[in-house]
């Protein structure tokens, strides 16, 4: 798919790795729909996309909501007059032990609240946008691709088993799809991230971090700029279908 003038929609798109990704769809002529809670990084994203010449805008919407997204990709056909792409960005993290144990004593368990919160957004979100991209695309007649954004802790790391069960479970919907979705020139694939140096990582204790960065081949973070290459990589190529394009400086956790 050739990116000039299509109409890509990016969930957190307000910072972090969504602005990257916009910046760079921007960069090869990308209509923007880029969707956030936060209203200033929204308008510093839009901003810096329109530098580049190219249609943006923002669209303030909680992707856990189902009504919200459901008038949220009705309101960028609206706008744009069409949907080619949707980048499933929008994540949290709560981090905690699965249990804390003390003295053979268990004194903390991973909350429902720290459960909930994290598979509302990156699971259910990812669910409501994803279909209802499809949705209008397939309505619309009008070939694309969805990505979804993984992570290197989908296979499994201390204390984010809620967060790393959203991200197992995002590369799998995204097989799901390619394989439901084709027959509608609709592709899915994910990206599967190790660390980058967004806001979420950077917030890490300093000692925690250079631990991080030592225990990588690369032995230093990915650069948002490097995640983004990928989202435009996935959409440039029509062949890349159902797979999980891995971006981590070859750690393994
Ligand atoms: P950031 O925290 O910097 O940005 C996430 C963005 O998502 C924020 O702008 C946030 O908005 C928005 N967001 C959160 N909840 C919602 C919601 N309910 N509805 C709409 N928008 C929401 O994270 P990153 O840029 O670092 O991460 C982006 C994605 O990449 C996430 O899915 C993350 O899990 C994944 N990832 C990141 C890695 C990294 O090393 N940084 C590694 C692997 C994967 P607000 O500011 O208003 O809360």
Partial sequence: MELKDKVIVVTGGGRGLGRAMALELAGKGAKLALVDLDPNDLDTTVAQCAELDVEARSYICNVTEEDAVEQLFKDVVADFGTLNGLVNNAGITRDGLFLKVKEG??????????????????????????????????????????INISSISRHGNMGQTNYTATKAAVQAMAVTWAKELARYGIRATSIAPGYI?????????????????????????????????????????????????????????
């Fill in 105 to 146: 004593k268990v004194v903390g368990k991973m909350s429902m609240d720290q459960w909930n919160q994290v598979l509302n957004v990156n699971l259910t979100g990812t669910f409501l946008c994803g279909r209802e991209a499809a949705a209008q695309m397939i309505e619309l007649g009008s070939a694309g691709c969805i």
């Fill in 197 to 253: 140096g967004t806001e979420m990582v950077m917030s890490m204790k300093p000692e925690a971090l250079d631990k991080i960065a030592a225990g990588i081949p690369a032995k230093r973070l990915g650069k948002p700029e490097e995640i983004a290459r990928a989202v435009s990589f996935i959409f440039e190529n029509d062949y890349v279908n159902g797979r999980c394009i891995e971006v981590d400086g070859a750690l393994r956790i």
